[in-house]
């Protein structure tokens, strides 16, 4: 049985990105079931691995006096952009010898992103060369991750109601002319809630990935017992 966690108030980058590392190491230690976090994130910017700063469209000064936090990230991909009403998924998974495979791994992410949307009316598809899920209206849900010793990290972000205006800072993933959507731009008053988006990504990403999902609420970042276990856990090898 794996662990579904969720935050119910938007968390930092660097919160999350510490939670997943401590988390990370003690997957590998086996101290811990496969952990799938679900959250949303304050407003960011995020650089991966081959992120190209020549995409960032406004100076750190501008973003710093726009609430917006700027942080390099060890996922795979370019730049984009989190915020409040964007579902944030990071699976922390130890990949088996018949999903060790970084393709297929990928590939069942944006699966769960196109289900997902199916539930809500919306079609997604993939783009030949392009990872992540699009529709008509523009690219819906964005994928970058990092395998360590074949356990994953970072995930997906999938658009629901979050204000879009915060990618016009960057040239979302790289791709020039390329227009990004969400559930409330297409959907209007009909978008459905973060909690009901949630759900359904959980079960969709359960039968993909082939993990049954407990569902439990996580305590907040600043939780003394959960920086005793980051600390702990961080400090695993």
Same mark, same amino acid.
């Given at each position: 049985?794996?662990?579904?966690?969720?935050?119910?108030?938007?968390?930092?980058?660097?919160?999350?990105?510490?939670?997943?590392?401590?988390?990370?190491?003690?997957?590998?230690? !086996?101290?811990?079931?496969?952990?799938?976090?679900?959250?949303?994130?304050?407003?960011?910017?995020?650089l991966g691995r081959r992120g190209r700063k020549?995409?960032?469209?406004?100076?750190?000064?501008?973003?710093?006096?726009?609430?917006?936090?700027?942080?390099?990230?060890?996922?795979g991909g370019d730049v984009t952009f989190h915020?409040?009403?964007?579902?944030?998924?990071?699976?922390?998974?130890?990949?088996?010898?018949?999903?060790?495979?970084?393709?297929?791994?990928?590939?069942?992410?944006?699966?769960?992103?196109?289900?997902?949307?199916?539930?809500?009316?919306?079609?997604?598809?993939?783009?030949?060369?392009?990872?992540?899920?699009?529709?008509?209206?523009?690219?819906?849900?964005?994928?970058?991750?990092?395998?360590?010793?074949?356990?994953?990290?970072?995930?997906?972000?999938?658009?629901?109601?979050?204000?879009?205006? !915060?990618?016009?800072?960057?040239?979302?993933?790289? %791709?020039?002319?390329?227009?990004?959507?969400? %559930?409330?731009?297409?959907?209007?008053?009909?978008?459905?809630?973060?909690?009901?988006?949630?759900?359904?990504?959980?079960?969709?990403?359960?039968?993909?990935?082939?993990?049954?999902?407990?569902?439990?609420?996580?305590?907040?970042?600043?939780?003394?017992?959960?920086?005793?276990?980051?600390?702990?856990?961080? !400090?695993?090898?």
């Amino acid at each position: 049985m794996a662990i579904g966690l969720y935050f119910s108030a938007p968390i930092r980058y660097a919160d999350g990105v510490r939670l997943q590392e401590a988390l990370v190491r003690a997957r590998q230690e !086996g101290l811990i079931p496969d952990t799938i976090i679900f959250l949303e994130h304050k407003p960011v910017v995020t650089l991966g691995r081959r992120g190209r700063k020549n995409f960032l469209l406004a100076q750190p000064e501008q973003l710093q006096k726009l609430g917006v936090d700027l942080e390099l990230s060890s996922r795979g991909g370019d730049v984009t952009f989190h915020g409040p009403g964007q579902l944030v998924m990071y699976p922390i998974i130890k990949l088996g010898s018949v999903e060790a495979d970084a393709h297929r791994y990928l590939s069942s992410l944006e699966e769960v992103a196109i289900r997902t949307a199916g539930d809500f009316g919306l079609s997604a598809y993939r783009r030949a060369g392009m990872n992540g899920a699009w529709t008509d209206a523009g690219k819906i849900a964005a994928i970058g991750f990092f395998l360590k010793r074949w356990v994953t990290m970072h995930g997906m972000s999938f658009n629901v109601s979050l204000d879009l205006a !915060g990618f016009s800072l960057i040239v979302g993933c790289g %791709l020039v002319g390329e227009k990004v959507s969400s %559930l409330r731009e297409q959907l209007g008053e009909r978008c459905p809630s973060l909690e009901t988006v949630r759900t359904a990504m959980a079960r969709h990403f359960s039968e993909v990935c082939k993990r049954p999902l407990e569902m439990a609420v996580a305590p907040d970042v600043s939780h003394p017992e959960l920086r005793r276990l980051l600390d702990e856990w961080g !400090g695993a090898r």
